[in-house]
């Protein structure tokens, strides 16, 4: 495996936001997006990266953004460093393969969450109430079942910690009654297309997270889109509800973390070569049965 990217430098192009696995920078009319190798979990970056869990991240968005492109647009002006502005262009090295270049967007202040399935928080609150986000559901579902019809469930974007979900109503304060019913109908059509392409490939995506912002007026696709780091992507033969499931993410991260006892708190320990590696081919896999990529 190649040695994993952690941190871009490119001092003569000004740093917008470092985030947890992005770098941006600002060109002007345009940003750059250059996708690390860096990992977190429970919201904590991890002092060690996956390798080539950047590239994975970019070329999936890139399907994911040229497959929905009938259903929605999207910020992706190109990927190819060779097209890239004089400034960023001598830096190919680092950019190819894990970079774009994109419209500036004003971002919508929600996520638009979209769950196919009853599986983390919306299985938590459904315990209690029989509802998702306050959405009321059926009695008797289990654990990772298909929900009756996939459920728009908007949430907070948080500046740190968690995302939290909000109701329905909340949303359209948020963003007004107009706006709300767009983002629904545009991330239900987004997800249900992408959800029929995936089953055929052997993946079930459990639920998603899609933001858009808006350019020229128009509500577009902006950020990652349908990765593994964005959704819950699990296998469909080992598929079973009533448990938790299989999935390619980061949950062999979750898990080694979570028998070590650490308090969750920064600085988090360093990840084991065993667990960067399953966790590597997990990205990985995922890439190859979506997209037939390597």
């Not at 979750?254 to 070569?273: F, I, N, V, Y």
Request: aromatic letters at 8%.
């Amino acid at each position: 495996m190649t040695e994993p990217l952690l941190e871009t430098s490119f001092p003569d192009v000004s740093l917008l936001v470092r985030g947890k696995v992005r770098d941006v920078y600002d060109l002007g009319s345009q940003l750059l997006i250059v996708a690390t190798d860096r990992i977190s979990a429970f919201d904590v970056v991890m002092p060690n990266g996956i390798p080539d869990k950047g590239r994975v991240l970019t070329q999936m968005s890139l399907f994911w953004f040229d497959f929905l492109e009938g259903v929605v647009e999207n910020h992706l002006a190109t990927a190819d460093p060779t097209e890239y502005p004089a400034s960023i262009g001598k830096y190919i090295g680092v950019l190819a393969g894990r970079s774009m270049l994109v419209r500036k967007a004003e971002v919508v202040p929600i996520e638009c969450v979209v769950r196919g399935y009853l599986a983390g928080s919306g299985w938590k609150e459904y315990q209690d109430r029989r509802t998702v986000c306050d959405i009321k559901l059926p009695e008797g579902l289990r654990e990772s079942d298909r929900l009756p019809q996939p459920l728009f469930t908007p949430a907070t974007k948080a500046a740190s910690g968690h995302d939290e979900n909000i109701s329905p109503q909340r949303a359209m304060e948020m963003v007004g009654t107009s706006a709300y019913g767009e983002l629904e109908c545009l991330s239900l059509s987004a997800y249900t297309k992408a959800a029929d392409y995936a089953r055929s490939r052997g993946i079930i995506i459990a639920d998603t997270k899609f933001e858009f912002g808006y350019a020229g007026g128009k509500l577009i696709l902006i950020d990652e889109v349908l990765t593994p780091d964005s959704s819950r992507f699990w296998p469909l033969d080992d598929y079973q509800p009533g448990r938790p499931q299989k999935s390619f993410d980061k949950q062999p991260v979750r898990d080694h973390l979570e028998s070590t006892g650490w308090d969750k708190k920064p600085p988090a320990p360093a990840l084991p070569p065993d667990v960067v590696e399953s966790t590597s081919k997990r990205y990985r896999e995922a890439l190859r049965l979506l997209t037939g990529q390597d």
